[in-house]
């Protein structure tokens, strides 16, 4: 065998993989591929039903459509008669809870239970910054308050859902306010027990 021979026999051998390499391309992953976003693309088949007796009454969610995760959990105290007086009467209540300001979101940090998933006070009108009525910030008058808490990662771990449900009664009783849920309803025991879990 010539030895400037075998440099022309690879060149030939990798070319000829190549195609073949190509080939196989061409004619197996494409055509799944194509297949793939065909059946993506298509909707799938309505299964037929039977029609259903009409019943007078809905039917209830499964208990499984009602276990939605929450991200964080929302109550609301609107205060009935907002002044001057309604504000320093909730700086004395935060300083008995000893909550903290935080500066930068311009909320009220409460430890409760878990320091490291604090109940946070916000202002609900409008939504977000609190004054620091701790150190006597000029403000216009509150007219209501959000607690805001993040649903613990295990149900075992709910402490501060109490903390949390007491803090929310605590003011609603304490300013004669309205308490109202996440979907601005009327907040209730099922309220209160689907946060606590």
Known sequence: MDIASLPFLLATA????????????????VPKQRRAKAKAATPPPTPKTQPQPSSPEPEAPSPAARKEKVKQHSLFVIFAHPDATTDERLAEWLRGKEASYDAVKK??????????NPVTIANA???GEMPDLLQGETHEPIRGI??????P???????????????????NDTFSGNLLDGDQQPAS??????IIG
């Open 153 to 171: 990662l295990h149900k075992r771990r709910n402490q501060q859902m109490y903390v949390y449900v007491a803090l929310a009664k605590e003011l």
């Open 14 to 29: 990798s070319l000829v993989l190549g195609i073949v390499a190509a080939a196989i391309f061409v004619y197996v992953v």
């Open 189 to 194: 025991e099922s309220t209160y027990t689907h």
């Open 125 to 127: 009108f409008p939504p």
């Open 107 to 116: 909320v009220y940090l409460i430890n409760g239970k878990q320091p490291s």
């Open 146 to 151: 959000s607690l805001l808490v993040k649903p």
